[in-house]
């Protein structure tokens, strides 16, 4: 069944609306469905903060980078800048840097990245700040400067830790990825367990499955089940 025939006859409000995308983005690992919801937020007409619209917009941003899809992110990430102030602002600017990242344009995403770092403050936006850090990593990462990328990971890590455990997943997933790549093995896999069970209270199956890849096979494996996934969401179309 596809997305758009599942939410045929549902009658939700906009904020219950992006409640179900965010479901099916964060939980569920559902880009395509996400992105329906996403839409039907902004269509639903009672959508009236200017705040909420542009959250919405963002995601849908986010989805496409989920999709690897960077060109249509793009699109999203510049519609949610207009009129983007503060933190909200530099969360759009990190998103957008992400992909260029994934379309291999590294210094356009570092441009970008330090937008959003330039708009936070260590003792304000201590969360924001790590995921930023940890973006900026997995760019130098993606370009082989595997141990310039480890810094800015263990930087992260120490941020968000204490902050943000979920957002802590993704960034160790990725450290322990780097860690694989750059010949590390036994550190890589003691982080990829690390992963697997904080996985369990704050990821997805699809964060598990990520870890187990690392554990038993390295990011070479890991590259193979993110493949086979990217490949499965890419046939999830609406």
């Known amino acids: 069944m596809n997305g758009s025939r599942q939410f045929t006859d549902e009658r939700l409000s906009g904020e ?24 039907r937020a902004l ?24 999709l690897h899809d960077s060109q249509k992110a793009k699109e999203w990430f510049n519609k949610a800048l207009t009129g983007s102030q503060g933190v909200v602002r530099a969360k759009i600017w ?3 840097g992400y992909s260029y990242t994934l379309a291999g344009r590294y210094d356009n995403a570092e441009k970008c990245l330090q937008q959003s770092m330039d708009l936070l403050s260590y003792g304000e936006n201590p ?4 995921a930023t850090t940890g973006f900026m990593a997995i760019n130098l990462s993606r370009q082989g400067l595997y ?8 930087i992260a ?7 943000d ?10 450290w322990a990825e780097t860690l694989s790549r750059a010949g590390h093995g036994i550190q ?11 996985a369990k209270e704050y990821g997805s199956k699809a964060h598990r499955y990520r870890a187990l890849a690392l554990i038993t096979g390295g990011w070479r494996l890991e590259k193979l089940v993110a493949k086979r996934r990217q490949k499965q969401l890419q046939t999830l179309t609406p």
């Open 16 to 39: 219950e609306w992006l409640a179900k995308g965010d479901d099916f983005r964060i939980n569920q690992y559902e880009a395509y469905k996400a992105i329906e919801c996403y839409k």
């Open 188 to 198: 890589a896999r003691t982080l990829a367990l690390k992963c697997y069970f904080m």
């Open 157 to 163: 890590d120490d941020l968000l830790m204490h902050h």
């Open 147 to 154: 141990e310039d990328a480890m810094v800015d990971f263990s």
């Open 127 to 130: 969360v924001e700040i790590g």
């Open 165 to 174: 455990k979920r957002l802590a997943l993704y960034n160790c997933l990725d």
């Open 94 to 96: 990190r998103d957008m």
């Open 43 to 66: 269509n639903s007409g009672d959508l009236v903060r200017p705040s909420r619209q542009r959250y919405a917009q963002q995601m849908i941003g986010v989805c496409y980078n989920m």
